[in-house]
């Protein structure tokens, strides 16, 4: 079981910050990679960030060099501060578990319910 809960949404002004959080809580999974995605109004759900368990990040090119991912073992989080918000950025925000039956290959992916992230001009 894997479950994943974000929170840290909120209203923003255009050049400013927020610091996404994402609590994970598993059982008889073990978790490859970490990330969120979001989805503006009548767009597809897009990839933002992954973290593998390794620590290495990978970002979207809309994102790259404002956003940043972080995982935190000890506290069983992953975050993401978002830096230099543009209107552009607001969306529901969901955090994203890749992950693995104790003894399986395949892959299984998980959401959270999203936090909303509204960017004002």
């Known amino acids: 079981q894997v479950q994943l809960v974000e929170s840290g949404g909120g209203l923003v002004e255009t050049g400013g910050s927020l610091r996404l959080a994402c609590e994970v809580s598993v059982s008889g999974f073990t978790i490859d990679a970490l990330g969120w995605y979001r989805q503006a109004p009548g767009k597809q759900r897009e990839l933002v960030a992954t973290?593998?368990?390794?620590?290495?990040?990978k970002y979207a090119d809309s994102v790259e060099g404002r956003f940043f991912i972080s995982r935190d073992t000890a506290k069983k989080t992953v975050n993401l501060q978002m830096n230099s918000l543009n209107p552009e950025d607001t969306a529901v925000y969901y955090c994203?578990?890749?992950?693995?039956?104790?003894?399986?290959?395949?892959?299984?992916?998980?959401w959270g319910q999203g936090t909303q992230v509204t960017v004002s001009s």
């Open positions: 994203y578990s890749q992950a693995r039956r104790w003894g399986r290959t395949y892959l299984h992916d998980y």
């Open positions: 973290i593998s368990s390794g620590g290495t990040a």
